[in-house]
């Protein structure tokens, strides 16, 4: 066995608690959780439907095991670096079908300093500047963001590199310019060709 599993039924609710003599006697709507480590606990799995509320039980548990305080970061919405240097090239390209990519803003995370291309030809632009600032794709952390038009509407791309793991990148885009359709259109094509999981702004964390 390379897993670890822990079953825990509990009250989905506080308020759902039957309570005797100060004591938790059963939930009127029972919460079903599984937690899945792998045997060295730095690896996780949850079946639940609060995904927060496991997170945290999943972060106690192995805080107490290893004796220091331990969190959990949830890898469904990152992206590694490598992905997003992919569909950056494609797109500076033009290689990307219904996607033209028109600024993009790069920079390092920390400094005051960015340096923010608008123009139809952003390949052409960045092989000039090169020589000065070296090649952005080395190191796709320095994206901040970019701005593509999809379907004739102007959609921005933000990339946020996770601060734990510096190979894996959030990436999230301004859904409300796109309707439903276009919103599930947009994603799916950068999920399908690129493995990209791309998330709402309201969403990301």
């Not at 997003?84 to 920390?110: A, M, R, W, Y």
């Not at 901040?144 to 734990?164: E, G, I, P, R, W």
């Amino acid at each position: 066995q390379n897993s670890i599993y822990l079953f825990i039924r509990r009250a989905s609710k506080d308020e759902d608690l039957l309570i005797s003599s100060n004591k938790v006697i059963h939930g009127y709507k029972p919460s079903r959780i599984i937690i899945d480590f792998a045997l060295n606990a730095n690896q996780v799995n949850l079946s639940i439907q609060n995904f927060d509320q496991g997170l945290k039980i999943a972060n106690r548990i192995a805080s107490c095991y290893f004796q220091q305080e331990c969190s959990f970061t949830n890898m469904c919405h990152q992206n590694t670096a490598a992905q997003v240097s992919t569909f950056l090239n494609d797109c500076i390209k033009q290689h990307v079908p219904d996607i033209h990519l028109f600024e993009l803003k790069f920079g390092p995370p920390k400094s005051k300093t960015n340096l923010t291309l608008n123009t139809d030809n952003i390949e052409e632009w960045l092989q000039k500047i090169e020589p000065s600032v070296g090649s952005i794709l080395h190191d796709v952390s320095l994206i901040q963001h970019m701005k593509v038009l999809f379907k004739s509407k102007k959609v921005t791309l933000s990339f946020q590199a996770d601060t734990q793991y510096a190979n894996y990148i959030e990436v999230d885009y301004s859904e409300h310019v796109l309707n439903k359709k276009e919103r599930d259109d947009f994603k799916s094509l950068i999920r399908d060709s690129y493995g990209i999981t791309v998330l709402s702004k309201t969403f990301s964390r």
